[in-house]
């Protein structure tokens, strides 16, 4: 087993603002022993006075669309231009590649690996959703504790995890390509719909005339959504990162964002939202794992599955037959 100190020892090396310390208690949520999870909870019970103060935006969009080389193009504009401290972190329960996304392509992010301002940590490799959203969860709080005042957390547009993601940020940018087809690339309305941004990215070379287009096709299919109750209108920005334009006015639009919804009280009901969220969330995923953990169930439903699946049993007496023994 790891190597394991008090739960004071991450504490203080949090609020010291060591990268180490952070390393280490990020490592220690991560793992899912019950000895660990004690004193993960202690710990973060402890700094939770401490976090809070980051703006937390969430990046996602489909393989290749350009989210490494953009956050490192946008996290070198928030580290170095505004001397902000940056934390990346991932929501990507599918990566099998080698420990995750955002360290698999280290090379797309040369500069911001090698920045001190920069923290980048990959989505723990090998976990299910709800346990890489637990982790990426908490690891905010470390984060902000540890004095990093901007958090990324990327994800790949495919599917649930855009959801898990929007209901840890404050802000939810949406990668899109100009011109590679409609059916907004695969992208599911709903994930559109979540988006308080979204980015056209490679506006460059042959690309920018399509970026153009693109942009006012995004903005027209934005303006059809309803309206959110922040009074924050969804925009379309396009940039490159590899020529690097575009890259500061969407930390201003950011900036426009916080400052609207902080000037309300929409900013912290959101958070406050969302704490309740992931209470109720927790609460459903124990349930789910202890009774699909029992003996019992284990024993009966593959049989009961098959009665249902042929017709000889009705789903919702099956469902019932299993569940009255929870009761
Ligand atoms: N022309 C141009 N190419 C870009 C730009 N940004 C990214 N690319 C290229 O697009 C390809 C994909 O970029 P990535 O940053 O790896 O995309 P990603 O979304 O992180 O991809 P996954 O990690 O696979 O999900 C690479 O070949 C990049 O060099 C840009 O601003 N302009
Ligand atoms: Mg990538």
């Not at 709080?141 to 840890?168: D, H, R």
Request: hydrophobic content about 40%; aromatic content about 8%.
């Amino acid at each position: 087993m790891a190597q394991r100190f008090p739960a004071s020892y991450y504490v203080e090396r949090l609020l010291a603002h060591d990268r180490l310390g952070l390393s280490r208690a990020i490592t220690l949520i991560e793992s899912t022993l019950p000895s660990d999870r004690e004193l993960a909870e202690e710990i973060i019970q402890q700094v939770l006075p401490f976090s809070g103060s980051s703006v937390r935006v969430g990046i996602t969009g489909v393989p290749g669309v350009g989210k490494s080389t953009f956050i490192e193009a946008f996290g070198t504009h928030v580290t170095s231009d505004l001397n902000k401290k940056l934390a990346v972190l991932a929501v990507d329960p599918t990566s099998q590649r080698t420990g995750g996304s955002i360290l698999g392509d280290k090379t797309r992010m040369e500069n911001l690996a090698g920045n001190k301002m920069a923290y980048i940590r990959p989505s723990p490799a090998g976990r299910s959703l709800g346990g890489v959203t637990r982790s990426t969860r908490e690891s905010i709080i470390l984060c902000e504790a540890a004095g990093f005042k901007v958090i990324f957390i990327e994800t790949v547009g495919v599917g649930q995890s855009e959801t898990a993601v929007n209901e840890m940020t404050d802000f939810f940018l949406l990668l899109m390509l100009a011109g590679a087809g409609d059916e907004l690339q695969g992208i599911k309305k709903g994930i559109m719909e979540m988006a308080d941004a979204v980015v056209i990215t490679k506006a460059d070379g042959p690309n920018m005339q399509k970026a153009r287009v693109a942009r006012a096709e995004y903005q027209n299919a934005l303006h059809l959504f309803p309206h959110s109750e922040s009074g924050w209108i969804p925009k379309v920005s396009v940039c490159s990162a590899v020529e690097n334009t575009g890259i500061r006015e969407i930390w201003e639009m950011l900036e426009s964002y916080v400052s609207l919804t902080k000037n309300g009280t929409y900013f912290e009901q959101k958070r406050q939202r969302q704490n309740l969220h992931w209470l109720h969330e927790t609460i459903r995923q124990h349930l789910l794992d202890r009774f699909f953990a029992r003996q019992d169930v284990k024993t009966q439903l593959p049989e009961l599955e098959k009665q249902v699946e042929s017709g000889q049993k009705w789903a919702f007496a099956a469902a019932a037959e299993l569940l009255k023994n929870s009761e």
